[in-house]
């Protein structure tokens, strides 16, 4: 066995490892493999992010976010302006998470009924989706 194959990756590369072959898994389906066209994107979109795109009821959410994140404007999402797409998401996720702690911390019984925690988990959905695209749902 080769040295690299003994080496265990660290949370990060696997979680960089994950990125580039969620992306590969669904640009390779049509057209030029190494980048999304739109229905590439709308199904992954759809079965990656699925709780992300239920909070808008816009049937042009998908266009919108292509238009957002083909810098290049060739109609099609490359691995780099998809990257935008989930640091974006993740800059979103951990504002979010800090303000949430910062709440929690200061209405705790706010959080042990289990409705309250299907709130909490909604109101989640629809702060990122409004950071991420800007828009009020």
Avoid: W
Avoid at 16 to 43: I, P, Q, R
């Amino acid at each position: 066995m080769s040295k690299l194959q003994n080496l265990k990756m660290s949370e990060l590369q696997n979680a960089m490892e994950s990125l580039v072959a969620v992306f590969h898994n669904y640009s390779s389906k049509e057209g030029d493999k190494y980048k999304l066209n739109k229905s590439e994107l709308k199904t992954l979109l759809q079965e990656e992010l699925g709780d992300f795109m239920a909070v808008s009821n816009d049937p042009r959410r998908v266009e919108c976010i292509l238009e957002d994140l083909d810098e290049n404007g060739d109609g099609e999402v490359d691995f780099q302006e998809f990257v935008v797409l989930v640091a974006a998401l993740t800059v979103a996720c951990n504002d979010f998470f800090e303000d949430f702690l910062k709440l929690k911390q200061m209405e705790k019984s706010v959080l042990n009924r289990t409705s309250d925690r299907l709130t909490v988990h909604g109101m989640f959905l629809n702060i990122i989706y409004d950071r991420m695209f800007d828009t009020k749902v």
